[in-house]
């Protein structure tokens, strides 16, 4: 069965400096997606990244990076220049069985000013 | 806005009780998740309808009912409610492999 593991529970960053998001995951599948998702203190689920597995050049919108490691089984968050606004909890998913999301159990960033 | 609508946005109810969700899902998706957000089990996927029909089953309760209607919203039923069916329910739709857009969720609490 697919699995996605964020190992870290919480990370705080300055504001302006960058942060990276761990994730890994589980597969046996060659061709797949991946996600990360962002859940701001109002709950709403937002997409921020989307990576699909045979694409070697890693995903990228505007601030938001990933690093994405096929053969590790790896799949970071990168975030830039960060902002007060990007304090949430953010998770990462596999996409499985049509557009089913197997999430993880999420990493709060905390964003000081 | 994801585009997605749910409603209501929050529920209180009492043990025992039924309730049920609505969703509309984006225009033009035809594809409707539910999914369950509760503390200890984070995200968890409950079912999948597409144009009307049942496509997947994750971990939902037999109490839990869902359907589509063909004007493609759905209505997840939630029955003989307990305490620990209180959590924030979403809707998501898609197309294609660009991922689910979510909706707002419901908030239920049992009380």
């Known amino acids: 069965a697919q699995t996605v593991t964020q190992s870290q529970p919480e990370m705080s960053v300055q504001e302006a400096e960058t942060v990276t998001l761990s994730c890994t995951y589980d597969?046996?599948?060659?061709?797949?997606?991946l996600f990360w998702y962002k859940q701001p203190p109002s709950r709403q689920m937002i997409l921020v990244i989307r990576?699909?597995?045979?694409?070697?050049q890693n995903a990228t919108e505007n601030r938001f990076s990933v690093n994405f490691q096929k053969a590790a089984k790896s799949f970071s968050l990168k975030i830039s220049d960060s902002q007060l606004g990007d304090a949430a909890m953010y998770f990462c998913?596999?996409?499985?069985?049509?557009?089913?999301?197997?999430f993880g159990a999420g990493t709060i960033l905390r964003v000081k000013s | 806005d994801s585009g997605v609508t749910q409603t209501p946005k929050h529920l209180i109810t009492a043990t025992g009780q039924r309730v049920t969700l609505r969703c509309s899902p984006r225009?033009?998706?035809?594809?409707v998740y539910w999914y369950q957000q509760s503390l200890d089990q984070g995200l968890q996927f409950l079912i999948q309808?597409?144009?009307?029909?049942?496509?997947a089953k994750g971990n939902i309760l037999e109490r839990f009912s869902a359907q589509q209607f063909p004007d493609l919203h759905s209505e997840l039923n939630l029955s003989s409610l307990e305490l620990g069916d209180s959590a924030l329910y979403f809707c998501?739709?898609?197309?294609?492999?660009?991922?689910?857009?979510f909706g707002p969720g419901t908030r239920l609490t049992v009380l």
């Open positions: 998501a739709s898609s197309v294609g492999s660009q991922g689910l857009f």
């Open positions: 597969t046996s599948e060659s061709d797949y997606y």
């Open positions: 990576q699909e597995a045979y694409k070697q």
């Open positions: 998913a596999y996409k499985i069985d049509g557009n089913k999301l197997v």
């Open positions: 225009s033009g998706d035809l594809s």
């Open positions: 309808y597409y144009n009307g029909e049942e496509r």
